[in-house]
């Protein structure tokens, strides 16, 4: 298993994967989603992800806690079934995973992946969907607001089929994000407990423990 | 003819001459038959382990490995991603050789599959191949040797405290790789550590998160 000197190159697709933005197909609902995220200051919720593959017999489960604090300031922690962490603030990414009881770095180039990531996932928070010509965005209205980024590029075919956002009407804030891989295979995240606009202490972006 | 035979069967001395030396049991052990470890498994089984990928000693990065894998029909799958849930790898192998179903790069060489595929193997099937000797090493450790039928060598050990390690050399008897089971007598694959000896050396430990028996259901006729 030669395959660990390459996690810089895999961490790319995942950037292509998840942080390409979005065309802007329908400009007016695209800039009242933006217009409404302006009041989201902080957010901070659990999140339970759900993996869906072929191989497994009933979803993988993680969970952990997401923490945004605007412009750009993420802690997105997973606590089960593998700690990790990436903080995101003041333009420094790190990343760090759990080894012998404690925190350590992860230096294999993921954290620079994951700051392009959190990049993009800090412009979901923002409201910014439309802003990337990679992925064709379309946004439907139903009891919440439903965006669907297809990627553009044939090439990603058989990587990603599409990005499912659901963001709440009632405070624009992202519920959930369904990244569909194939036709059996899927992640699903959904967001819990959001507590929004609640001071978060400035340590929670730049201690890990 | 004979020459190129002779030169073979040097060959092969000097080949095996490189691993550890098997010896007779001692007299406390003598009559006693020396039983094969065998900690691989028995039925289809899926495994999902936290895999911590460690290099010089240092935790460099951690991923999720899913295996299924059937130990008679000697079918296995496996999977592996990254924390955050995305699929970096998915293959399977059979009696048709390895299926790569997913692989981004830059795990989309052949190589890597390869190699991966027959990493899994080493760890969860009983080896294969022709039982050239059983023994115990100098430490005492119980052994017994195979030679693969492809090239290679396989020696499965377990130790005086019932610990089993499974090594693997190439044909020319150069250490390739070392799985240390450091599991418990329901599951010895609660905890393995890796040890591999090739372009970067490196180990991985991978740690059980959920195990379970998978039973095929026939299918139903109508």
Known sequence: ?209 | MKGLFFLLGMFLLVSCAAMPAIHEPSSERAGKSITCPSPFLLEKTRLIHAIEVRMAGKPKTALIGVTLADPVSRMFSCAMMSTEGMVLFEASSGPDGVKVLRALPPFDTNVFASNMMDDIELIFLTPVGVLTRKGVFAEGERVCRRHKEQGGWVDVLAGRDGRIQVRRYSEFGVLQRTVNLEGNAQNAYAVIELQAIDFVNYTLIMTLIESEVVRDIPPVKR
């Open chain 1, 1 to 209: 298993m030669t395959w660990f000197p390459y996690m810089k190159k895999a961490g790319m697709v995942l950037f292509v994967l998840l942080i390409l933005p979005a065309v802007n197909v329908q400009a007016d609902d695209f800039a009242r989603l933006r217009k409404d995220s302006v009041r989201i200051s902080t957010i901070s919720a659990n999140f339970v992800q759900k993996k869906f593959m072929k191989i497994l017999s009933k979803p993988l489960v993680s969970e952990g806690k997401f923490y945004f604090a605007a412009p750009d300031s993420i802690r997105w922690e997973y606590s089960k079934p593998l700690k990790s962490v990436v903080i995101s603030d003041k333009g420094r990414t790190k990343r760090y995973i759990a080894s012998g009881g404690k925190m350590v770095e992860d230096e294999t180039g993921g954290a620079q992946v994951m700051k392009l990531v959190l990049g993009d996932v800090a412009g979901w928070m923002n409201g910014r969907f439309d802003s990337n010509p990679s992925f064709t965005a379309v946004l439907k209205e139903g009891p919440s607001t439903l965006i669907t980024l297809t990627p553009v590029d044939k090439r990603m075919a058989g990587i990603v089929e599409k990005i499912e956002i659901t963001i709440s009407r009632k405070d624009a804030s992202v519920k959930s994000v369904r990244i569909v891989e194939s036709a059996t295979a899927e992640t699903r995240i959904d967001f819990l407990n959001a507590v929004i606009n609640k001071g978060i202490n400035p340590s929670v972006f730049q201690d890990v423990e």
